[in-house]
């Protein structure tokens, strides 16, 4: 039978809303804020250094034509409605950062810092794209450092190996927390909702005490497994209900066309995969304390698997892995229109799920409204699909 929700997890759902607010109440209390973008942002340094980490991805179509006065209609509307936010003072995270983190994950992002940095003091972390671990670590190495000494220079602060060290310690802990929500779904059925993974994984960065958020977290986590051991589960039981892996980037915005209409429809949303997916989840920076804490930092981040590494096989074994182990049945890429390193990339994911002997979905969006119609269509027709061949597989 459905469960009623667990307790907390409303307050994931109006974290951001509310964040607004303790924003405010952070600055009036004197705590410098750091704005960042991205997963290769190392969370460790931002902690060490003693500020509080926001995210200022825009995610709703508002301020893309105050945007435009200044950048290209044609260029990604994550990229536009960040600039946009930013420039007409419409979004406290940013209006508030003391300073911005920048990742050089493409180059629309890299040339709208340039404005940014008009607007707001920016450190542009600048990535290696080549998949030449040795060679590429030695340089993201020096972009750690320079990160590091950035922020010492721009807080006059000093971090200490110490600061780091009990910083990544920390940070594992909230990463292996965060791959508990996605591996509640290898369960059959899942143990949670896919709309209750995405609310939970992007909300959580607009809760400001790690403690309270990190305890918040941890109770839906053993509700969500005492529930399904004990027979309550979020879907009805379904044998035919179609298995899902979502990826894509930059697309929490477009969930209510999206993710929402997969799980409304039938769907059952098993795993997120990508930058903001299981497997950044899953890898840990080694608390080996004997060593450089910046090296080990670094050799967590550069595994991030961005759609700008080129070639990307380590995210293509990883889409093997994820479909092998959460059981999937079928994979849905959101890519946002104009970002064209995730677009392009899904013709190799499409490729590796052929392989798989599963179908893939193509969604391409934006956060204007006008296209729900089609993309229902297509999200309904491709599930029926799934549907009908796990039926005519479960009767040969």
């Known amino acids: 039978m459905p469960t009623s929700l667990p307790e907390h997890f409303e307050d994931f759902a109006e974290a951001r809303r509310e964040g607004f607010l303790q924003v405010k109440t952070l600055k009036d209390s004197g705590r410098d804020i750091c704005g960042s973008f991205c997963q290769y942002t190392p969370a460790e340094i931002i902690r060490a250094a003693g500020l509080t ?20 209609a044609n260029l990604c509307p994550l990229i536009k409605a960040s600039y946009g936010h930013a420039l007409e003072e419409s979004c406290p995270y940013a209006y508030f950062s003391d300073i911005v983190v920048g990742e050089t994950t493409c180059d629309g992002k890299k040339k709208m810092y340039e404005l940014l940095g008009e607007l707001k003091p920016m450190q542009v972390i600048h990535l290696p794209n080549v998949p030449d671990y040795e060679r590429s670590l030695e340089m993201w190495v020096a972009e750690i450092r320079r990160f590091t000494k950035g922020l010492e220079d721009h807080f006059h602060i000093t971090i200490t190996e110490e600061m780091l060290n009990e910083a990544i ?12 929500i996605y591996e509640l779904g290898r369960y059959d059925p899942p143990a949670i909702t896919g709309i209750n993974m995405n609310n939970i994984t ?16 941890g109770e839906i986590l053993d509700q969500c497994e005492e529930n399904w051991k004990n027979g309550i589960y979020p879907y009805e039981p379904d044998p035919y209900r179609p298995r899902l892996i979502v990826s894509g980037g930059g697309y929490f915005g477009t969930s209510g066309k999206t993710v929402d209409v997969i799980e409304e429809l039938g769907g059952a949303i098993v795993c997120y995969e990508g930058c903001c997916g299981i497997s950044s989840r ?7 304390r004997s060593r450089d ?74 956060f204007y409204p006008g296209d729900e119609g089609q993309i229902r269509t297509r999200i309904e027709a491709f599930l029926e699909m799934v549907r009908e061949t796990k039926k005519e597989a479960a009767h040969e």
Not at 169 to 180: T, Y
Not at 202 to 217: A, G, L, R
Not at 302 to 321: K, M, T
Not at 328 to 336: C, F, K, P, R, W
């Open 202 to 217: 992007n909300n959580q960065q607009y809760m400001f005490d790690p403690e309270v958020k990190y305890q918040k977290i």
């Open 282 to 288: 899953r890898r840990l920076v080694d608390e080996d």
């Open 169 to 180: 310690e920390w940070c594992n802990k909230e990463r292996i927390q965060a791959a508990r």
């Open 293 to 366: 804490p910046l090296v080990r930092i670094a050799e967590k981040y550069i595994e991030v698997p961005c759609a700008v590494v080129s070639p990307n096989n380590r995210r293509l074994d990883q889409v093997r892995e994820t479909i092998k182990e959460w059981k999937a049945d079928g994979y849905v890429s959101i890519t946002l229109h104009s970002c064209n390193p995730f677009a392009i990339e899904t013709e190799n994911i499409r490729r590796v799920c052929e392989e798989m002997g599963i179908p893939l979905l193509h969604i391409e969006t934006d």
């Open 53 to 72: 980490q926001v995210g200022l991805c825009g995610q709703s179509a508002a301020p893309i034509k105050t945007a435009e006065t200044r950048l290209p």
